[in-house]
């Protein structure tokens, strides 16, 4: 059985003010490409198809158009909401969906009923896991001790009853320990701090969304596929695929990828304004056709240098200085960053600047609660 494995579309989003729906139109019509020549069993989306709960009418649209797409090549789509989507809206018309072969979990309600696919190997019983947050759990399992995140989808899982002797698939969104993240990634609320890999030890593949960099995480059959485009200059390393999943007898896994090729590559340039102006240097590099972070090294500022660079560079996304007067500052040195703290760290840090003294566990304990049970429903 072959599935392609797909999530963190994030339809509708702005980098650095640019919108990415061109660019997004234009992956997406690659992707199709792909899935008309794989001709796959299904194709899973694992959440964050959307960049906001309440999605602009254009990236609706979009959304609306792959979806019908896909299901124009016969293949069978399996969807779950992410922590940028509205379950609810994600799921809305999904049983009249399910009859085009378009599957998209609905909103927790402490259950999840497999969808049996069947190949020569017999069957395969794929689970649709949304986004969860602990609160969301406890609500239909209020005799669990659900401390975490971890403890969360733990009981989730154990409640799905899956047979570790059958084939499992599991679409899930969530942050798993020992993952690799980048900053374009949202940071997660109340600090809880992500699931343990043992938790879906009786999948036989688990396609994970929310982290935008390719990995696997603790075995090759525990995966993010990442994000089919470059959404920070933290990706700029990056090499944006679909991946590919086979899934032969019991205990028999393949993956592979296949490479995409954006609309517009994201890249980083450094030097004086002098250099990144003079024609030679431009002219044949392939720089004013990509999303730009520029770093000139010149000591003094140049004035309107975006608005003069951008001439040259039309999708010049970020401006940056690096010279002495910003070493000193700090700006360049690796000075850490406040949006890649939690709530609760920036909580923890108010806290000791106005009382002198760090917050206890039992505060901590209550702010942490109070932060899950305010942002627990909230979408």
Request: charged share 25%.
């Amino acid at each position: 059985m072959k599935l392609i494995h797909l999530s963190d579309l994030h339809l509708g989003k702005r980098v650095n003010e640019f919108s990415m729906l061109e660019d997004q139109r234009y992956i997406l019509r690659q992707i199709l490409d792909i899935v008309r020549a794989e001709a796959p069993d299904g194709v899973l989306l694992a959440g964050d198809l959307y960049d906001k709960p309440v999605p602009p009418a254009e990236a609706v649209a979009l959304l609306d158009e792959f979806l019908v797409a896909l299901a124009e090549t016969g293949t069978r789509v399996f969807a779950v909401s992410g922590n940028h989507d509205s379950p609810e809206r994600m799921s809305f018309g999904g049983r009249l969906m399910e009859g085009s072969g378009v599957h998209i979990a609905p909103a927790y309600r402490g259950e999840t009923e497999p969808v049996v696919l069947t190949d020569g190997h017999g069957p395969v019983y794929l689970y649709l896991l949304p986004f969860l947050r602990p609160a969301q759990v406890r609500r239909w399992f209020p005799e669990a001790d659900i401390r975490d995140d971890s403890s969360a989808v733990a009981a989730a899982v154990a409640a799905m009853g899956a047979d570790p002797a059958a084939r499992n698939v599991l679409v899930a969104h969530q942050l798993v320990l020992g993952a690799e993240r980048c900053e374009s990634e949202e940071v997660s609320v109340g600090g809880t701090e992500g699931v343990d890999a043992a938790v879906f030890d009786s999948f036989d593949y688990v396609a994970l969304g929310h982290l935008h960099g390719p990995q696997r995480v603790g075995r090759d059959t525990v995966r993010y596929c990442g994000t089919p485009l470059k959404y920070s200059f933290s990706e700029v390393g990056h090499r944006k695929s679909v991946t590919v999943v086979e899934l032969g007898e019991k205990g028999s896994v393949t993956v592979r990828t296949v490479p995409l090729v954006p609309l517009r590559e994201m890249r980083e340039v450094r030097g004086s304004y002098d250099q990144l102006t003079f024609r030679g240097f431009y002219q044949d590099s392939g720089l004013p056709e990509c999303y730009l972070r520029v770093t000139l090294t010149d000591e003094e500022d140049i004035p309107d240098a975006a608005a003069r660079l951008r001439v040259i560079y039309p999708y010049l996304m970020r401006l940056d200085y690096d010279n002495s007067r910003t070493r000193a500052a700090g700006v360049e040195s690796g000075a850490e960053r406040v949006e890649e703290k939690t709530p609760l760290e920036l909580l923890e840090e108010f806290y000791l600047a106005q009382n002198g003294q760090s917050m206890g566990e039992e505060q901590r304990a209550f702010a942490k609660g109070l932060m899950e049970e305010i942002w627990g429903d909230e979408r």
